[in-house]
Every structure is written in C-alpha cells, then in structure tokens.
C-alpha cells in the first residue's frame, strides 16, 4: 500500500507564486522518479516537471524558466515552486512516483489524487 499526500494548491492572481508539496509513504523500497502533472479542463493530462533520484529534471516548454521541481530523497517527496503564473497554469495538478515495492521489487507508478490550481484575477 501506496500513499501519496498532496498540498499547496489554492487560488492565486495572474503572476503569482504557488509552491505544490507531494509526500510518499507505505510500500516503497526506492523511490526513481517523482513528477507533477496537470489536466484543464477538456484537455489530456501533460507533464509538467519530473525529477529523477539522481537530480535529473525534465520540464514542459511552457514552465521552463517559471517552475523549479525538487525533491528530498531521504523523505520521499517532491514540491513544485511555480512562480510567474499565468491563467493558462490553471489546472488540476497530480504527483506522480515511479517506485519499487519493497514487498514484491517490482517497478509501479502511482498517482496522487490532485490538487487545484487555479489563477485568476
């Protein structure tokens, strides 16, 4: 058993800050990667900003420069510092974890339920 705990999202004004904080617990032998995507409404789920345990980040061309995506190994989580938001950030957010079970060692992802973001005047 897998759990993910999201938090940070809320309500904030076009070129605001927002920080996402993703904590996983449970089952988990070794964390890989760690990554936060995000779906608008009527639109497939995209990836924003994925950080592997070797430091690695990968980001969406539109965040780049905005968007900062960490993490702390030894705590299994991961946060998302979004500064310069802009309308078009508005979306569900979800944490997302590549993980090895430590009961089976077998490879799983796992999605965290979501938080909101939503930016606006």
Known sequence: QVQLVESGGGL???GGSLRLSCAASGSIFRVDAMGW????????????????????????????GRFTVSRDNAKNTVSLQMNSLKPEDTAAYYCKIEYVS???YA???????????????
């Open 12 to 14: 904030v004004q076009p």
């Open 37 to 64: 995507y995000r779906q608008a409404p009527g639109k497939q789920r995209e990836l924003v900003a994925s950080i592997h345990s070797s430091r690695r980040t990968n980001y969406a061309d539109s965040v780049k």
């Open 102 to 104: 430590d009961r089976t």
């Open 107 to 121: 490879r799983y992802d796992y999605w965290g339920q979501g938080t909101q973001v939503t930016v606006s005047s």
